[in-house]
């Protein structure tokens, strides 16, 4: 089986003005000053950007984020930021397609493609996130809404492209509700998308490519979920605000 470094990312949201930024970033770095087992990715909100940057940049362990991008690199889009503005602030990873940008922003999955279309070629990572309502979960619809959001967010993407990607399946039903996905739920999930990539790859880059699970990751379910096979990471929302309860999401990974 391909090696795959797992890689927790904290989505901070709309939460934290520069300030608390400053004071979570510290409290982090500080517990996890030792741990290089894995990948952390903090993804702040753009006003903080600069300061956790700041911070992070004594801290080799932890890479910088953000939670959205534009298409553009530069233009009259007033309010948005290009991926060419991230990558000088030193941002590494990018959240592209959450569900709350699909759902209150209207960004569907040609928006989402233009998007890493975009990022790609600047040098950015994304977090590309993919997942199905409730509805389309109790309907027995989620495997086609699966492969429908990952075929049109990889539309024209070439395999070395994609060789930079995450991919975060988050459950719509799940994110901030305290109803994660069981173990074996997410597991099918990712093993399915992992089956979509290889009929749209190949077999290789498949295995190679992280697959984050998110929904209500919490320090105390998070090390049954990490230890499913196709489970490369977590992305975390309302734990990633509290520096005891992100860290000790972090340590549940195993060292081997
Ligand atoms: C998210 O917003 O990506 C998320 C997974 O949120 P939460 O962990 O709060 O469910």
């Given at each position: 089986m391909a090696f795959r470094k797992k890689i927790i990312a904290g989505n901070?949201?709309?939460?934290?003005t520069a300030t608390e930024a400053r004071e979570l970033t510290q409290d982090i770095i500080q517990e996890l000053s030792d741990f290089n087992h894995a990948e952390i990715v903090l993804c702040p909100p753009y006003t903080a950007l600069h300061v956790v940057g700041d911070l992070l940049s004594h801290a080799p362990n932890i890479r910088l984020g953000a939670q959205n991008v534009h298409y553009e690199n530069q233009g009259a889009f007033t309010g948005e930021i290009s991926p060419a503005m991230l990558r000088d602030m030193y941002v590494r990873y990018v959240i592209i397609g959450h569900s709350e940008r699909r759902q209150y922003?209207?960004?569907?999955d040609a928006l989402i493609n233009r998007k890493l279309k975009a990022a790609i070629p600047a040098g950015l990572r994304p977090i590309l996130c993919i997942g199905e309502t409730l509805a389309q979960r109790q309907s027995q619809r989620w495997p086609e809404v699966l492969q429908s959001q990952i075929e049109g967010a990889l539309e024209g993407i070439s395999e070395k492209d994609l060789e930079e990607l995450v991919i975060a399946y988050e459950p719509v039903w799940a994110i901030g509700t305290g109803h994660n996905a069981t173990p074996a739920q997410a597991q099918e999930a990712h093993a399915l998308i992992r089956k979509i990539l290889q009929s749209l790859y190949n077999p290789e880059i498949s295995k190679r490519i992280r697959i984050q699970y998110g929904g209500s990751v919490k320090p105390d379910n998070a090390q049954s979920l990490l230890?499913?096979?196709?489970?490369?990471g977590a992305l975390v929302g309302?734990?990633?605000?509290?520096a005891r309860s992100f860290t000790s999401i972090v340590r549940s990974i195993p060292q081997n």
């Open positions: 901070w949201k709309m939460h934290k922003f209207g960004e569907d230890a499913q096979p196709d489970i490369d309302g734990a990633s605000l509290d």
